[in-house]
């Protein structure tokens, strides 16, 4: 399973959410050593602020190796952040966070 790193930061009534997902993010069309190196990339992120959906993202193969992400979202200090992902092997991950 990938690390996500998580940081909600809450300043002037909008939470900052940066986010760093450890993930190869491979295409499948790349080639090691003569042999095509399997697809391998996240599908799917939702991102929930105290339980609502407030970013739900089709991601692809198109972005990059560990890839980073940065939303704001209205909220306060305390407020929770969850990150969710699925990719394209049906493997998942998740991170929560409470905003400073």
Known sequence: MASIKLKPKARKGVIGIKCLIKHPMETGLRKKKGKIVPANYIE?????????????????????????????????KGDTIE???????????????KSK
């Open 44 to 76: 799917n992120m939702v991102v929930l602020h105290n339980g609502s959906k407030v970013v739900d993202a089709d991601i692809g193969s198109s972005i990059s190796k560990n890839p980073y992400f940065r939303f704001n979202v209205p909220g306060k």
């Open 83 to 97: 990150l969710k992902y699925k990719d394209n092997k049906g493997k998942t991950g998740s991170a929560t966070a």
